[in-house]
């Protein structure tokens, strides 16, 4: 595999085609995202390094417009009528073949109805994303890690300003959700052994097979390029209907072809590298975890942990212990996880090392009940439901409280976090018109959940999966018990006490001491684990043939003979029982938010386009102010020094510039990182009473304000505790100074 590439410019070589919904509500313009040099349906483009500067975001689909409405309609109805077809076949058990075929279908006439809808756009804005990478890179938010040996793919280094905004963003994310709900804190390894990824079914999901360059060695994950070349075949006004039919059916089929299926595929299409043309290496199986082996001896096998959650579930009986034994809780962390993704594209969106922001929020299956749902309840939300997108409708804008009460949202905790998830979001910067909650189709989602929402950011790259909030009921904790044999379960009091028969092994441990020894302890634990069903099981095989095998969690076999255990039945009043708590599980992406963030606040200034600046709130801004003498002039250099440090103390990071270049230079570079307001020290400052002018990066508006006044000003600007516009009303607003240089 070619890992080597020259500079951050590779994010540019090659841009997808998105399609995506147009779905923002009637009373705002719909936003679109798609190639200016690329059609919806060429996809000859596919794969190429070359550079696509301008990706035009299509704005303002007026959907009120009857014309438009009355061209739109027999597609909607198109779209409407496969979708339930599907839902018929579902219902009726169809075969599951027969089932894919109708979703393909059904994809293919979404496809249709959302091409027309961007046609019909009435409107275009560029965004010149090339510029805001150039911005990105001179100013060093982030670069390609190691860039100096030739970079390496789907890596990257943040620098000064990028580091401090993404813990600007961290921090933010600790206070509004950790702080807020009393949330418990964890951190765990990143090493993770090979059983607790087995168990969570991670190592026999995290395979992809791949083809590489024969003479490159470039790499493409097969069923992609598969899917791609396919698509291609379709499009094309030459294929004729057999061969079109054949490659829509193999397109449907591709999830669940073999290595050997898919190499044939590869043959008969006469499939090249979409990049060079040459020739393809047989299909390799892939792992896109990152093995390791723990400790010399290469004995315990590992892996790098592909998401933070596994570390929360494995410690769960610790963390309720810590909690009183109590439910609901929730625990969080942050940290990195890894994957070795084929080839990664899309600059921070696909990456192979990622920070991760988790929460587990464990609670009673039976009570999903929110404490704080009332308090969240009148939240306004984009919402793209399954029903919405299987018929052709655009996304909804409804209250949380009207989803989970109509049942278009599972339950009151889930609806609790998704509309926590919406309000974190608009806080920190992303744009309200650019951001919806996409609900997953019932063949995306995985068959332990019981609903799942993803947080979408539109960006130049289309909608991304920016936080994915989910209902995993209790399947992570019933895997993990299963494994070790350890109960990963909470005690729920019963309305009324209730007698139980019980049906109990009671082990010899002296024998078993003897015959196991080091093992003794993890055989008994095994056989405390077994259910009733299990036990009579034992049984049974004990009276048949003397002995039974007992498999424990790291997959031993050993014998258990009948003198060792002694079955043991009765009856007992409980006052509680056993459960095993549902998981709601909110994950965020921290660079993928990173980058809708610098692409929702990229701008430039009214009658200046060279001008440009991110317009990041004070909450994440890298840095709340600068502090800027007008000159060199020697007088100043007190004052600077003075409010630098009770800025620090008012804990205000800051940056003095007290460079040689004009203040409107030194404006504009303040402004490129981000910066919010900046303090500029003039010859009035010199005056009884010591003053000077506090600018908004936004507005670029001035007021002049008392030095000892300036650190807590900032400071309450920067926290959200008052307004830009409150801060205009106080103080008086700034024309030009008095004094000037003598």
Not at 328 to 340: E, T
Not at 627 to 651: H, Y
Request: glycine residues 6%; aromatic residues 8%.
């Amino acid at each position: 595999m070619r890992l080597l590439r020259r500079g951050l410019h590779y994010i540019a070589r090659r841009v997808a085609v998105h399609r995506v919904s147009s779905d923002i509500p009637l009373a705002k313009p719909s936003i679109r995202g798609v190639a200016t040099t690329t059609s919806l349906l060429d996809f000859s483009r596919w794969g190429t390094k070359k550079t696509n500067r301008n990706l035009k975001i299509a704005l303002a689909l007026d959907m009120t417009d009857p014309k438009i409405e009355e061209i739109l309609a027999p597609l909607r109805a198109s779209v409407k009528e496969q979708g339930d077809y599907v839902r018929k076949l579902k219902t009726e058990g169809a075969p599951e073949l027969d089932i894919k075929k109708a979703v393909a279908e059904l994809k293919l006439r979404k496809k249709i109805l959302e091409d027309k809808e961007l046609s019909l756009a009435s409107s275009n804005v560029t965004f010149d994303r090339a510029r805001m990478e150039d911005l990105l890179k001179r100013r060093f938010f982030l670069d390609q890690s190691f860039a100096i040996y030739g970079g390496i793919t789907g890596q990257y280094d943040f620098g000064p300003m990028g580091c401090s905004l993404k813990t600007n963003l961290i921090n933010a994310w600790r206070n509004f959700f950790v702080l807020e709900e009393q949330m418990l804190e964890v951190d765990c390894s990143i090493l993770t052994p090979e059983p607790v990824l087995k168990a969570s079914g991670h190592v026999e999901r995290f395979a992809d097979l791949m083809v590489k360059d024969m003479k490159t060695g470039e790499c493409f994950r097969l069923d992609h390029l598969i899917k791609a070349h396919l698509e291609k075949v379709i499009c094309d006004k030459k294929t004729n209907d057999k061969t079109r039919e054949e490659c829509k059916d193999i397109i449907i089929k591709l999830d669940g072809m073999t290595k050997d299926e898919m190499a044939a595929v590869l043959l008969k299409y006469n499939m090249k590298s979409p990049v060079s043309s040459n020739d393809l290496t047989e299909p390799i199986e892939f792992n896109l975890m990152f093995g390791t082996q723990i400790g010399p001896t290469g004995l315990v096998k590992g892996f790098l942990r592909p998401e933070t959650a596994q570390g929360i579930f494995v410690n769960f009986k610790r963390l309720l212990a810590f909690n009183q034994e109590r439910l609901p809780f929730a625990a969080a962390q942050i940290g990195n996880a890894f994957r070795n993704e084929i080839s990664p594209r899309s600059g921070l969106i696909r990456v192979r090392e990622f920070t991760m922001a988790e929460i587990e929020h464990f609670c009673d299956p039976s009570d999903k009940s929110h404490p704080k749902f009332e308090t969240v309840k009148d939240v306004d939300m984009l919402l793209y439901s399954a029903c919405n997108q299987m018929d052709g409708q655009s996304a909804q804008r409804l209250t949380i409280g009207e989803a989970v009460s109509s049942g278009l949202v599972a339950n009151e905790t889930l609806g609790y976090f998704m509309a926590r998830i919406h309000q974190f979001l608009l806080k920190i910067g992303v744009d309200s018109n650019r951001l919806r909650f996409r609900q997953h189709m019932s063949n995306e989602m995985a068959h332990y959940a019981c609903d799942c929402w993803d947080a979408e950011c539109l960006t130049s790259y289309g909608w991304i999966e920016c936080v994915g909030c989910a209902d995993r009921s209790a399947y992570d904790l019933t895997q993990h018990t299963k494994a070790t044999g350890v109960k990963l379960v909470a005690e729920k009091k019963l309305p009324a006490p209730k007698t139980v028969d019980v049906c109990e092994i009671m082990p010899n441990k002296v024998l078993i001491g003897k015959t196991f020894k080091k093992d003794s302890k993890v055989v008994q634990d095994a056989l405390a684990a077994l259910n009733k069903k299990e036990i009579e099981s034992l049984e049974r095989v004990l009276s048949e043939k003397g002995e039974y095998e007992l498999t424990l969690p790291n997959n031993v076999v050993v014998k258990i003979t009948k003198d060792m255990i002694e079955v043991k039945r009765y009856q007992k009043t409980v006052h509680v029982e056993e459960i095993i708590p549902s998981v709601i599980e909110p994950s965020f992406g921290i660079g993928r938010i990173m980058y809708a963030l610098f692409e929702h606040n990229f701008q430039a200034r009214e009658g200046d386009e060279k001008r440009t600046y991110f317009s990041l709130p004070p909450v994440v801004a890298p840095l709340k102010c600068s502090v800027l003498p007008l000159s060199g002039n020697d007088e100043f250099v007190p004052f600077v020094k003075k409010l630098s440090q009770d800025l620090t103390k008012a804990d205000v990071s800051h940056k003095v510039d007290d460079s040689s270049g004009s203040i409107g230079r030194r404006y504009a570079r303040t402004d490129e990182i981000a910066i919010p307001f900046g303090i500029t020290i003039d010859f009035d400052t010199l005056k009884m009473p010591h003053s000077a002018t506090l600018r908004d990066r936004d507005s670029m508006g001035q007021v002049r304000i008392n030095l000892d006044e300036l650190p807590s000003v900032v400071r309450d600007l920067s926290y959200g505790r008052i307004t830009w516009t409150e801060v205009e009303t106080k103080y008086p607003k700034f024309e030009q100074q008095e004094s000037t240089e003598p």
